[in-house]
């Protein structure tokens, strides 16, 4: 995908598709630097670039700045809810786009402009729709470069007028290796800020629970309260990973009808995980969302 990647003189429009949000960002980042001849920590100094993602607001409701790439994983994890005492939102708004149109209507100090719409996903409509007609009308030399983490979250309209790049790393699970190895190789960001949050332990810990729900020896909303009491997009997270290494792990069993159906069930689960997530992000009760999780686990 890097080689597919490219800046030059003209305006052309990408939609960065990857789960892993560090290392997107770190691509992207780099090839702007280069573009500019600037080093990745200036970069976003630079007249020519703007940065946008979630917005950090202050008590009077007026933007104050916008998540870095560092703090939107934290945020993704559940572990950052706030900037001191300023709230962060849960969508990119019509008015940061409407300060995009704006950076875009004046001409640049060089060669070109560029726009960096990190977690494009969370655009609300009313910025989708005004970004959409960006894309068509802008009329200085501009290069949006869209992340995301899901195609399915972009608006068919906008990956229309984007050359789309899709990148995953490619992840071979050895036989032998345990839950904890798995998790940390593909969340290498978590285990670089485990000092601070103690994860390791929490992952083991949540592992425990659910093989507990899953062979009922443990009752669910007993579960549920105690993850109520933790960072939720983690424990959701850790519940999808562990989901994938159980069934990766069944590739090296010998087939058995009892874990086929102990695996579909599995697979059931994962499926409405998706949901669960929208509905975190809309604040939907999170401990009515649990108590559904912990009771699936253990049905």
């Known amino acids: 995908m890097i080689n597919k990647f490219s800046l030059d003189h003209q305006s052309k429009n990408y939609l960065i598709i990857s789960s892993d949000i560090e290392l997107r960002y770190e691509m992207v980042i780099t090839k702007v630097g280069e573009y500019f001849d600037k080093s990745v920590e200036k970069i976003l100094e630079n007249p020519d670039v703007m940065y946008v993602s979630l917005p950090v607001i202050d008590k009077s409701g007026n933007i104050t700045s916008t ?67 960006t894309l068509e009308e802008v009329s200085s030399n501009c290069t ?102 159980n069934c990766k792990n069944a590739v090296y069993k010998p087939f058995d009808q009892s874990l086929d159906q102990y695996h579909k069930k599995l697979v059931d689960i994962y499926t409405k995980i998706p949901l669960i997530k929208k509905n975190i992000n809309l604040n939907i009760n999170t401990k009515y969302l649990l108590n559904n999780l912990t009771i699936e686990l253990a049905s």
């Not at 939107?72 to 995009?100: F, S």
């Not at 719409?117 to 609300?124: E, G, H, I, K, P």
């Not at 425990?208 to 579960?223: F, N, W």
């Open 67 to 133: 998540l870095s790439n560092y703090e939107l994983q934290m945020r993704e994890y559940g572990l950052l809810d706030k900037l001191d005492t300023n709230r962060i939102g849960n969508e990119i708004t019509i008015d940061q786009i409407r300060e995009v149109i704006s950076f875009t209507q004046i001409s640049a100090h060089k060669n070109k402009k560029i726009v960096i719409l990190n977690s494009a996903s969370n655009m609300n409509k009313e910025a989708s729709s005004a970004l959409l007609k």
């Open 144 to 245: 949006f470069i869209l992340l995301a983490s899901s195609l399915t979250s972009i608006a068919e309209t906008i990956k229309s007028r984007c050359q789309v790049l899709q990148y995953e790393q490619n992840f071979e699970m050895d036989k032998n290796s345990n839950f904890k190895d798995f998790f940390f190789s593909k969340h290498p960001f978590l285990r670089n800020i485990d000092p601070d949050y103690n994860i390791f332990n929490l992952a083991e810990s949540i592992k425990v629970q659910i093989d507990g729900l899953l062979d009922k020896t443990l009752d669910p909303i007993d579960i549920s309260n105690e993850w109520s009491n933790l960072h939720i997009n983690l424990i959701v997270c850790i519940v999808v990973e562990y989901i994938i290494f």
